[in-house]
Nanobody, 121 residues
């Protein structure tokens, strides 16, 4: 079972840092690739960063060099360290867990409830 709970959002000044956490209260994340998405008002939900089951990260261009995604399978938690935050980073950040079907024809995808990030002076 997958129940994702995000935390760590809040208000930060431009140039500041935040660390988001996403824990699976339903159990292990070992079998899932994990991702962080964000959605600003009026915009679509976009991928920020993802990390494979083996720990290989991928970043959106907007996140490269500033954000770091990591996972701790022992704690069933994935993190997003966000540095040098900009006003345009403000959004609701969502955690996602995805597991491909053995057949390769689809996947199961789970979402957390989101955590708000505000970047403002």
């Amino acid at each position: 079972q997958v129940q994702l709970v995000e935390s760590g959002g809040g208000l930060v000044q431009p140039g500041g840092s935040l660390r988001l956490s996403c824990a699976n209260s339903g159990g292990t994340i070992n079998f899932y690739s994990m991702g962080w998405y964000r959605q600003a008002p009026g915009n679509q939900r976009d991928l920020v960063a993802s990390i494979s089951r083996g720990g290989t990260p991928t970043y959106a261009d907007s996140a490269k060099g500033r954000f770091t995604i990591s996972r701790d399978n022992a704690k069933n938690t994935v993190y997003l360290q966000m540095n040098t935050l900009k006003p345009e980073d403000a959004a609701v950040y969502y955690c996602n867990a995805k597991r491909l079907w053995m057949s390769g024809t689809g996947s199961d995808s789970y979402w957390g409830q989101g955590t708000h990030v505000t970047v403002s002076s």
